[in-house]
């Protein structure tokens, strides 16, 4: 089977939806759905002579990632288009880096790029965290201004309760 075919075969596959696109990409639009599966689909390594059974199946779970992240809109569409891509390239640098009889360098070289793929998926976990407003949020004040009779506190506030034990006062 040629590439091209090869490639067409994927894309029928991926179409087969059993859910709608805007629970896969965030969008109802189906030229945006298509751009990313396809973009999902090119970043998959399928090497050749891979069964139809395990290529559907590596398929499949590359949807259900997508509808696993649950995309809101078209942005975290994309950033979980990017995300599947970015985990299913460190499981196979990882899987690379496992290959017996291998030297030395290739093993270090696979686990170091396998290394950097898994921090970037930490980058883009933080990234969607902070896109759905569940980033670390801090405030800074700058300037501080006390009235004649006024009070200030410098320096970090924590509300502890306080607890009466019965023998007190």
Not at 59 to 79: C, F, H, S, Y
Not at 82 to 101: D, F, G, V, Y
Request: charged share 30%; with cysteine; proline share 4%.
């Amino acid at each position: 089977m040629t590439k091209k075919k090869n490639k067409n075969k994927k894309e029928e596959n991926a179409l087969q939806l059993k859910v709608p696109p805007k629970e896969l990409v965030g969008s109802e639009d189906i030229s945006f759905m298509n751009v990313l599966f396809n973009d999902l689909l090119n970043n998959m390594w399928l090497p050749e002579g891979i069964s139809e059974h395990s290529k559907t199946l590596k398929i499949d779970a590359a949807l259900e990632t997508l509808k696993q992240i649950a995309p809101k809109d078209g942005v975290e569409g994309m950033l979980a288009v990017q995300m599947a891509s970015t985990h299913q390239a460190a499981m196979e640098c990882l899987r690379r880096a496992s290959i017996q009889n291998q030297t030395f360098e290739g093993r270090n070289m696979a686990l170091k790029h396998g290394e950097k793929l898994l921090r970037l998926y930490m980058d883009q976990i933080k990234a969607l965290g902070k896109h759905r407003g569940k980033g670390d949020q801090k405030m800074t004040i700058e300037h501080v201004n006390v009235e004649p009779g006024g009070q200030a506190i410098v320096g970090q506030v924590e509300n502890k309760p306080t607890h009466k034990d019965k023998n007190d006062p």
